[in-house]
């Protein structure tokens, strides 16, 4: 078992693993925060159905907001 501070060094080398970044933000809830940064940093809209559904999951998850810019 490792610091907190390395554990997320761990993540952070996963930033581009959207598959292992879903796997990490369920191991534990030390963890869940920063993977759901990565997974979250960039989102890429394609179609009007693909905005709305982004517009419904942060109307329901709006303490993700402020990862948004």
């Known amino acids: 078992i490792f610091p907190l501070d390395i554990e997320e ?5 996963l930033e581009e693993d959207v598959a292992a970044l879903r796997c990490c933000a369920l191991v534990s809830r030390l963890w869940h925060p ?4 990565h997974l979250l940093r960039s ?3 394609r179609t009007r159905a693909e905005y ?3 517009c ?3 109307e329901d ?8 810019r």
């Open 9 to 13: 060094r761990f993540i952070d080398q």
């Open 34 to 37: 920063r993977s759901r940064y």
């Open 43 to 45: 989102i890429r809209i």
């Open 52 to 54: 709305l559904a982004i």
């Open 56 to 58: 419904r999951f942060l």
């Open 61 to 68: 998850n709006q303490d993700l907001c402020s990862l948004v």
